[in-house]
């Protein structure tokens, strides 16, 4: 499967709002819940990936789906990997679509936890915006206890697409002592306004409904205001072919973001395409930007020539 495929079901967000606008306005309805897309289908075959699986109670009756890929490869040791990274997936199908994105990292050395937010695949509950997010920090703090992701040390929460917006969000409020660092790839930078530029970019007709927006979707925590607090290295990138997520997105974050934090343009890649498509070329500069988050040193790698537009903390580099 796709898994462009699997994280652009958000433009669906577009013909669900036309057909739904009038009879959501009608019904007092909310259109939130547009941004979840989830299903039970089953796009990997668990054998194919080492890894166990795990259940998270998040809430009476709530319980996650987790799968734990433990760190393997030339750069861990039995005793000691090098950190863990928790995996925040697209808006559409589970997890089974999205660990081949992240398990990759597991040959670096970092374990890998991987998990459906509620409602997604065998995680029960239906999904919304606030109760996943209050999952997502319930969730983080049980992690942190594990005696397996303790001895590893730094935690890094790595979202895409539906899941870097809530990254950024839930790293940017609350307390979570054991982040270390945020990598947010093809993010959103606000609920309403990426609903907005999304029907604008329909035509006349959808420029009339934007108005409606404000009526149809819920305000707030946005990523561009939550970016703002967080304390600990970010790195946001997105392919300048994106046409899920409007590429402006990545500068408004890279903007409103508190130091240090890196942004990465990669030509040519699509929605989330980034990690996929071009993960080889990549693979040094994520393995770097996880090094500093750990330890604060630079441990600066080239990065593809040509490929990737990089800004650091204000300065631009080819």
């Not at 890649?269 to 500093?292: D, N």
């Amino acid at each position: 499967m796709s898994i462009t495929w699997g994280c652009s079901r958000l433009r669906d967000w577009i013909g669900g709002c036309l057909a739904a606008a009038a009879a959501l306005l009608l019904l007092g309805g909310c259109a939130d819940r547009l941004y979840f897309y989830p299903d039970n289908k089953q796009y990997l075959a668990a054998s194919r990936i080492v890894h166990q699986e795990r259940w998270v109670q998040t809430a009476p009756g709530i319980f996650l789906h987790v799968w734990w890929l433990p760190a393997t490869g030339p750069a861990a040791t039995a005793v000691h990997p090098l950190g863990t990274i928790v995996q925040l997936h697209g808006n559409a199908a589970n997890l089974t679509a999205h660990v081949q994105q992240v398990f990759w990292l597991t040959r670096d050395g970092y374990n890998v936890v991987v998990w459906d937010y509620r409602g997604y695949g065998t995680s029960t509950g239906r999904p919304d915006r606030q109760a996943i997010l209050n999952d997502t920090r319930i969730l983080l703090q049980k992690i942190a206890t594990w005696p397996e992701v303790q001895a590893a040390g730094p935690v890094f929460l790595l979202g895409q697409s539906l899941g870097g917006s809530l990254a950024l969000i839930v790293a940017g409020t609350g307390t979570l002592p054991s982040v270390r660092g945020v990598i947010a790839d093809s993010a959103f930078a606000s609920w309403r306004g990426v609903a907005e530029e999304k029907l604008q970019a329909t035509g006349t007709l959808g420029w009339m409904l934007s108005g409606l927006v404000p009526l149809l979707v819920s305000g707030g925590p946005d990523p561009e205001d939550t970016v703002a607090r967080i304390r600990v290295p970010v790195l946001l990138l997105q392919g300048d072919r994106d046409n899920v997520v409007p590429v402006d997105n990545l500068d408004r974050l890279y903007r409103r973001a508190h130091p240090p934090v890196w942004r990465w343009r990669v030509h040519g890649a699509g929605h989330v395409e980034a990690l996929s498509r071009y993960r080889a070329q990549l693979e040094p500069g994520i393995l770097a930007f996880l090094k500093f988050c750990a330890d604060g040193q630079s441990d600066r790698r080239p990065l593809a020539p040509g490929l990737i537009e990089e800004k650091r903390n204000g300065r631009t580099e080819k």
